[in-house]
């Protein structure tokens, strides 16, 4: 059971380069959610999915897309990479949509924009 | 104005210590109070769980609520070096579920 799965581990883009972030969750989860995190900053939720076909908003959406066409995959899309979008993300998976459904995060993609 | 707010530390304690770390919070809808650990290059990970006011204890670790003061905290007894991490708190409501809303931090050292 390998849990939430992130890849790359590490990635570094030019500004304006595009490139996308994936995640996957063996734990047949239904609810799937994107966070960043900055210094001083805490985790900041980007978007969420309450199941495949179902995406929404999170907190700081602007500049990125998702897509869930399966129950496992919850990949992001950064389009037109700007240096405000280096940051630390993390994919996390929760069985349930309420707040005492412990989320399960992966170990996180470390983005620099130059 | 945060709606949470965590001091970010750094912490640093010798072995044995007691710790005491503390989130503030301005929403009072939040009802679900987490703390998550979560250790250098690695994704955090759910440490405590305590719903509305009240005390939850486990093991060495108690997590306390006060929703009269909006204030929850986590005490750690008898610290080990295992225990240097980051100390995340989270809270949501009813309505946000489990879309949490995080604290930036704490950096807790403990030294041999």
């Known amino acids: 059971n390998a849990g939430v799965t992130q890849t790359p581990k590490f990635r570094i883009l030019k500004i304006g380069q595009s490139m996308t972030l994936q995640c996957a969750q063996d734990?047949?989860?239904?609810?799937m959610y994107w966070y960043r995190q900055d210094p001083g900053m805490g985790l900041k939720l980007i978007y969420y999915?309450?199941?495949?076909?179902?995406?929404d908003k999170g907190e700081v959406p602007n500049g990125y897309n998702v897509s869930r066409s399966t129950t496992e995959d919850f990949p992001l899309r950064l389009e037109l990479a700007a240096p405000s979008q280096t940051s630390v993300y993390f994919c996390?998976?929760?069985?349930?949509?309420?707040?005492?459904?412990?989320?399960?995060f992966g170990n996180g993609t470390r983005l620099t924009v130059t | 104005q945060k709606e949470v707010e965590q001091d970010p530390g750094p912490l640093s304690v010798p072995e044995g210590a007691i710790v005491s770390l503390n989130c503030t919070y301005s929403?009072?809808?939040?009802?679900?109070f987490m703390w998550y650990r979560q250790y250098s290059r690695k994704g955090p990970e759910l440490l405590m769980y305590?719903?509305?006011?009240g005390n939850k204890e486990d093991g060495r670790f108690t997590a306390q609520v006060d929703k009269s003061s909006k204030y929850i905290s986590l005490f750690i007894r008898d610290s080990q070096p295992s225990d240097s991490a980051t100390y995340l708190c989270?809270?949501?409501?009813?309505?946000?579920?489990?879309?949490?809303?995080f604290g930036e931090g704490t950096q807790l050292t403990v030294n041999p």
């Open positions: 996390a998976s929760s069985y349930s949509r309420r707040g005492n459904s412990p989320l399960h």
């Open positions: 734990m047949n989860h239904n609810y």
């Open positions: 999915s309450v199941g495949a076909g179902i995406t």
């Open positions: 929403n009072s809808a939040f009802q679900y």
């Open positions: 305590t719903y509305s006011s």
């Open positions: 989270a809270m949501s409501g009813e309505t946000s579920g489990s879309r949490l809303t």
